[in-house]
């Protein structure tokens, strides 16, 4: 796994992770967040980092100097819109793009494009999220918790952070969140895969039980690899799931 930056025009800064497990590239990049209410800013960051983005992606596969790049997307214009339960997806004319994905974490609007066919999810959460009696058991796992407090010298806050961001990046890519998914019907596992890499990035071998099973019945006997990164006071983590498997029942 190797990971490629570009600076942006401006405050952001775009990233190719390159490759994952059980995927391809993953494009990403942040801007300072919107204040709160802020509707049509909000819109506006999100259309610019989707822009960011698509022009990052863009040049992987035409290199500076090859053309069709400007003209293409004067020909078919880049819309976001929404699935039935709030899952963001690109129309490129009348054609579906690949998969995009939002979070809000740490001051800063994120989103994670999607290099291949599969379905992708991000998400930033904060340590300061988990301070105080928040009710872990019924989130995660007790051998989740151990195994995260491990990777982070045992704060809990922090490890909380990492197992939810996980879970959270999971659902959004099944384009379903919480509404149809139980936070304990997500089993993080480890490996030697769960290893903090060169660039920072862990990744984790996840798998879906009880419920969650019976929705997608075909993850069956399949690892959902997520990827995350530590942050200033959060984890961002990102997970790819081949589109095949979001179909439930």
Known sequence: MRVET????????????????????VFYASLP???????????????????ILWDYRATTKNP?????????????PIRLVRG???????????HRGPAISFSQGGGKLWVA???????????????DEFRGG???????????????LGLTSGNREEASALLWSIKEALVKALGCAFHLVDPLQISIRQSSGSL????????????LTGKALQ??????????????????GMWLSIALVDRSLTSHA
């Open 6 to 25: 570009t600076m942006d025009r401006g405050q952001a800064t775009a990233h190719r992770l390159n490759p994952v497990q059980g995927g391809g590239h």
């Open 33 to 51: 967040a919107p204040p709160e209410g802020s509707g049509a800013n909000g819109e506006e960051t999100r259309s610019r980092l989707v822009s």
């Open 64 to 76: 500076p100097g090859k053309q069709g790049r400007s003209s293409s997307r004067a020909a078919f």
């Open 84 to 94: 039935p339960l709030g899952k963001p997806f690109l129309l490129s004319g009348d």
């Open 113 to 127: 494009l999607c290099g291949n066919d599969s379905e992708i999810g991000i998400d930033a959460a904060g340590s």
């Open 134 to 148: 928040y009710p872990v058991q019924r989130v995660f796992h007790p051998e989740e918790l151990e195994h995260a």
């Open 196 to 207: 903090v890499t060169g660039e920072g990035w862990c990744a984790f071998p996840v798998s």
């Open 215 to 232: 929705r997608f019945p075909l993850a069956t006997g399949r690892s959902l690899w997520v990827h995350s990164l530590p942050q200033r």
